[in-house]
């Protein structure tokens, strides 16, 4: 199995850009979240959907960022306009069962100039 | 929300040198794991631990799930350089993924 799928790996925008992050889970996992990583928040759960609906929302920073997930292989986390304050790394990851180990992807670094 | 406090934050040590890291809650769960980020990577699962007192072993590393449902350590033996990382806890309940703040290693060789 591939694992976890993220893209782009990097990311280097202009404030007020949109921004759109892609990630495609293992397949026949049925949860995915959503996690942001900064050295000074440590990691961050934004967000989680389980078999395709999201299921806490409550970690989205605030109405700039949205994620969906269409299909049980894709799903799109978008902040627009970005701001300098989202750089960070982005991780997503799956699970079988909301309630199993957790598979992380490599993450997407973005920076926000 | 619920805390994870990992300790030590950050840890250097001689190559060959073993490791002791460890994570309490105020809170009891039911299902403990402990994962390794390499530098650029993202977080891989190294223990999962599933029974109070359970003490599980993966090569090199010792987890155990503490009696009390309250904490759990991770033991690395004879460090190796590429043992540098950080080690983060995490627990599981219902339907809540909760993470540590992480314990950074150095392993000087």
């Known amino acids: 199995d591939a694992g976890v799928i993220q893209s782009p790996r990097h990311e280097v925008t202009e404030m007020g850009q949109e921004v759109t992050l892609r990630c495609k889970p293992i397949s026949g996992h049925n949860s995915l979240f959503w996690y942001r990583q900064t050295m000074m928040r440590g990691l961050e759960l934004l967000i989680y959907f389980n078999n395709n609906v999201p299921i806490d929302d409550s970690g989205m920073p605030e109405d700039r960022f949205s994620a969906k997930m269409p299909n049980a292989s894709f799903s799109t986390l978008k902040i627009q306009p970005s701001e300098p304050r989202d750089s960070a790394v982005y991780f997503c990851?799956?699970?079988?069962?909301?309630?199993?180990?957790?598979?992380f992807g490599p993450g997407t670094r973005l920076t926000v100039l | 929300g619920q805390q994870l406090n990992q300790s030590p934050q950050s840890m250097f040590i001689q190559e060959g040198e073993d490791v002791s890291m460890n994570c309490t809650s105020s809170?009891?769960?039911?299902?403990w794991l402990w994962y390794k980020q390499d530098p650029g990577e993202g977080p891989v699962l190294l223990i999962a631990?599933?029974?109070?007192?359970e003490l599980t072993s993966n090569g090199r590393l010792t987890a155990q799930f503490g009696i009390t449902r309250k904490d759990s350590f991770l033991n690395i033996s004879a460090s190796i350089p590429s043992d540098v990382g950080i080690y983060f806890c995490a627990v599981i309940t219902g339907n809540q993924f909760y993470f540590g703040t992480g314990t950074s290693l150095t392993v000087i060789p």
């Open positions: 631990l599933y029974k109070a007192g």
């Open positions: 990851a799956s699970t079988r069962q909301v309630a199993n180990e957790q598979f």
């Open positions: 809170s009891i769960f039911n299902t």
